[in-house]
C-alpha cells in the first residue's frame, strides 16, 4: 500500500467488525491480486506493519476458512496460496479502494 495512505480509520474498523486490526488490509491485498499470493509477497506490498508475523496469521486465519488454499505445486519453500471465490473478496477489494480513494468505509455505495 502507498506510503501516504492513513490506515488508521481501516485498522480500527478491521478490529471492530472483524477482531483483527490488518485483516482488513490483508483481504484487500489478496482481493486486489492474480488470486494467487505468497506471504513474503504481501509483507513486501503492505510494508510494517503489518509485518511478517501478522500477515501469517492472517494468512493462516483465511485458509482455515476455506477462503485461500494451497495447491499440490510447491515452488522451492515458497508456499502459494489461491484465493477461493467468496463475498469477502467483493467487500475486501470495494474497502481497499474507498480507503485509497479516501472514501469513508461508511459509505458502501456502488
Do not use: F
Not at 486490526?21 to 513486501?44: F, H, N
Not at 485461500?68 to 515452488?75: D, E, F, S, T, Y
Not at 469477502?88 to 479502494?97: F, H, M, N
Request: with cysteine.
Amino acid at each position: 500500500m502507498a506510503d501516504d495512505i492513513d490506515l488508521t480509520a481501516t485498522r480500527e474498523l478491521s478490529q471492530t467488525l472483524l477482531g483483527a486490526q490488518y485483516r482488513i488490509e490483508v483481504g484487500a491485498a489478496i482481493a486486489e491480486s492474480d488470486g494467487i499470493v505468497c506471504m513474503v509477497d504481501l509483507v513486501k506490498l503492505l510494508g510494517d506493519p503489518p509485518g511478517k508475523s501478522s500477515v501469517n496469521v492472517e494468512l493462516k486465519v483465511l485458509e482455515r476458512a476455506n477462503l485461500l488454499a494451497r495447491p499440490n505445486i510447491k515452488k522451492d519453500r515458497r508456499i502459494d496460496l489461491v484465493r477461493q471465490d467468496s463475498g469477502s473478496s467483493t467487500i475486501s477489494r470495494k474497502s481497499g479502494a474507498q480507503h485509497r480513494s479516501g472514501r469513508s468505509s461508511s459509505s458502501w455505495s456502488s
